[in-house]
């Protein structure tokens, strides 16, 4: 099991830019595919953005596309979410996930591990 640790949330105007990160402990990061989840109260969780292994693959739910970039460095166990034009429905708990395979993958039921979250609150 790997353990995920988010930070990098807090409080920004909209427009404005925020950049996550979530570092990871216990077994290879560098094997795994990583993604970034959101949840904002009183809706399900969504998917935002997803990286393979290698970093080579990156995949974004339509509505973060062109706004965020999902990134990662494997030497140091860290996966990055960049946010840009920041816009109030952006507001969530974001969630770091880690999967066991090495592919990007867009659904929830893909990984296996999930970090405690960071909030993200956009005011306009």
């Known amino acids: 099991q790997v353990q995920l640790v988010e930070s990098g949330g807090g409080l920004v105007q909209a427009g404005g830019s925020l950049r996550l990160s979530c570092t990871a402990s216990g077994v290879s990061f560098n094997d795994r595919a990583m993604g970034w989840f959101r949840q904002a109260p009183g809706k399900e969780r969504e998917f935002v953005a997803t990286i393979s292994s290698s970093g080579s693959n990156t995949i974004y739910a339509d509505s973060v596309k062109g706004r965020f970039t999902i990134s990662r460095d494997n030497a140091k166990n860290i996966v990055y979410l960049q946010m840009n034009r920041l816009q109030p429905e952006d507001t969530a708990v974001y969630y770091c996930?880690?999967?066991?395979?090495?592919?990007?993958?867009?659904?929830?039921?893909?990984?296996?591990?999930w970090g405690q979250g960071t909030l993200v609150t956009v005011s306009s």
């Open positions: 996930a880690a999967r066991s395979y090495s592919s990007a993958y867009v659904g929830i039921s893909g990984f296996g591990s």
